[in-house]
């Protein structure tokens, strides 16, 4: 099971293989694949595996402002999937999820969080190009 903080699914949603270091976009990389393969999700709070490679360069994972970063992503995908989200819960990124996250996403709907991201603007120009390069599909139904 892949541990996600919450706004790592909205992150997910728009990764083409860029990230902070080489160690973070392999481990980045290998989430994705393991998630496009079936490996389920489950949200915690905190540092998730995707921080995994950041943790011991003193990284913001643990600063509050990315906790209220998680919050604001737990909301606003509990709103798009139209059920509550917890840490704890399980996360289905099947294809036809990740594709109703995506239409929120390229809408503007559940970017709260991402506000003050300094890969917003890549984030953006991801989601107005219909998500080209991406590299979570989603789990097979």
Do not use: K
């Not at 996600?4 to 997910?12: E, G, P, Q, S, T």
């Not at 989430?31 to 079936?38: M, P």
């Amino acid at each position: 099971m892949i541990r996600l903080r919450a706004h790592h699914l909205l992150c997910l949603l728009t990764y083409v293989g860029r990230g902070y270091t080489p160690a973070f976009v392999a481990q980045y990389s290998a989430i994705v694949a393991r998630l496009n393969a079936g490996e389920g999700a489950v949200l915690v709070e905190g540092p998730d595996d995707i921080c995994a490679p950041m943790l011991d360069s003193g990284h913001h994972c643990r600063e509050p402002r990315i906790t209220t970063r998680d919050a604001l992503a737990r909301e606003a995908v509990a709103a798009a999937l139209g059920q509550a989200v917890a840490p704890g819960d399980t996360i289905p990124l099947d294809a036809a999820t990740v594709a109703r996250l995506r239409e929120n996403f390229a809408a503007g709907t559940i970017r709260a969080a991402c506000a003050a991201c300094q890969w917003d603007g890549l984030c953006s120009n991801i989601a107005a190009g219909g998500f080209s390069r991406t590299r979570l599909t989603g789990a097979p139904a």
